[in-house]
């Protein structure tokens, strides 16, 4: 019993002072740390980590930005095709109830296609408080008198590019985007196309087109009359809101309730380096800003239009059938006029566009 309690006595008193050296050992020790930083040093970034960050977020956003601008731009794209597909089926709408199709312009100010099939569109109050009877009202025709011009100075989204950036006539009459086909050559001034463009090997005989500037009869197409096939026929297109500027003040391209505005010509390829022929004096246009080149027409090189838009790389247009195709501005010429006439009897092959 003695040796067993010497035992247990010598035992505690060891544990004892181990427990007094831990204690001791542990006072030495530092407090726990609260931070990486030394006690000594303040945290934060230098001014050299603050710029790479700066920088790599600009680049980032520089990589971004012109990827949600394409994104952005693929949908006012699609949103514009969207817009010609219905006005296309407009058309159609027409021809169905009159089995003809509209006339392009009554001579230069007494109304176009447009207003024609505003009732297809479900524009019918535009369209019936349209006042067609008045007669020519000088300058700026029908469409500019009193009774019409609160019509006209109201924007129809339907035939609006969201691409383009909304442009008005010097009066404040709306300008549009979708044009009609008026076929492979030009318009000569009182309306008719000119039967040939051009002379010798340059030159373009006229193939027929669906629509048509009529100045002193009435003339209109029917589907039937578009021996080249529905498919292989363009009936709309795009033009581009000139903005207005030069010594006149106005650009009439997107002027679509003026007779020369509403249509556009494949004798040129689409959004074409090449100018825009169009009227001089009065009728001006301006080559200032993001308006394509033009100049004055003459004798042998008559007024002429081109179908342009302001998507990169092509133009929206619409066929017979009432398809809406994204035309390539490197189309073959020989192909953007073939597709433009009614009866060249060309073979066009769906891969050529």
């Known amino acids: 019993m003695g040796v067993i309690m010497r035992t247990i006595i010598i035992s505690t008193m060891h544990n004892?002072?181990?427990?007094?050296?831990?204690?001791?050992?542990?006072?030495?020790?530092?407090?726990?740390?609260?931070?990486?930083?030394?006690?000594?040093?303040?945290?934060?970034?230098?001014?050299?980590?603050?710029l790479v960050v700066i920088t790599i977020i600009g680049i980032l956003i520089s990589l971004l930005l012109p990827a949600v601008q394409t994104a952005r731009e693929a949908a006012r794209r699609l949103q514009c095709s969207n817009n010609l597909k219905q006005v296309a089926l407009a058309v159609h709408g027409y021809h169905t109830t009159w089995d003809r199709l509209p006339v392009g312009a009554y001579k230069y100010n007494y109304g176009t296609w447009q207003m024609a099939i505003l009732p297809y569109l479900e524009?019918?109050?535009?369209?019936?408080?349209?006042?067609?009877?008045?007669?020519?009202?000088?300058?700026?025709?029908?469409?500019?008198?009193?009774?019409?011009?609160?019509?006209?100075?109201?924007?129809?989204?339907?035939?609006?590019?969201?691409?383009?950036?909304?442009?008005?006539?010097?009066?404040?009459?709306?300008?549009?985007?979708?044009?009609?086909?008026?076929?492979?050559?030009?318009?000569?001034?009182?309306?008719?196309?000119?039967?040939?463009?051009?002379?010798?090997?340059?030159?373009?005989?006229?193939?027929?087109?669906?629509?048509?500037?009529?100045?002193?009869?009435v003339e209109q197409y029917s589907f039937e009359h578009i021996r080249d096939g529905l498919s292989n026929t363009l009936i709309l297109s795009e033009s581009v809101q000139g903005v207005n500027a030069g010594t006149y003040g106005?650009?009439?391209?997107?002027?679509?309730?003026?007779a020369f505005g509403t249509g556009f010509n494949a004798y040129l390829p689409p959004n074409s380096s090449l100018p825009d022929r169009t009227f001089e004096g009065y009728f001006d246009c301006s080559m200032s800003g993001t308006n394509?080149?033009?100049?004055?027409?003459?004798?042998?090189?008559?007024?002429?239009?081109?179908?342009?838009?302001?998507?990169?790389?092509?133009?929206?247009?619409?066929?017979?059938?009432?398809?809406?195709?994204?035309?390539?501005?490197n189309i073959a010429l020989e192909t953007w006029r073939a597709l433009s006439t009614t009866r060249g009897s060309e073979v066009i092959s769906d891969s050529a566009y």
């Open 16 to 50: 004892s002072a181990r427990f007094r050296d831990s204690a001791i050992s542990c006072d030495a020790c530092p407090p726990l740390a609260t931070s990486h930083c030394p006690p000594a040093t303040r945290c934060g970034f230098t001014l050299v980590e603050l």
């Open 123 to 217: 524009l019918d109050t535009i369209y019936c408080e349209y006042d067609w009877t008045n007669g020519y009202m000088g300058r700026y025709g029908m469409y500019g008198r009193p009774d019409n011009y609160y019509l006209v100075a109201t924007r129809l989204p339907i035939f609006t590019c969201p691409s383009d950036a909304p442009q008005t006539d010097v009066q404040g009459i709306m300008k549009h985007n979708y044009v009609c086909n008026l076929g492979n050559t030009g318009t000569n001034i009182y309306g008719s196309p000119p039967q040939q463009y051009g002379s010798g090997a340059a030159a373009v005989n006229f193939g027929g087109a669906p629509f048509s500037i009529r100045y002193d009869s």
């Open 292 to 329: 394509p080149p033009c100049i004055a027409y003459t004798t042998d090189a008559p007024v002429t239009f081109a179908a342009r838009s302001r998507h990169v790389g092509g133009v929206n247009a619409a066929l017979c059938d009432g398809s809406v195709q994204f035309i390539s501005d």
């Open 250 to 258: 106005r650009d009439l391209r997107g002027f679509t309730y003026w």
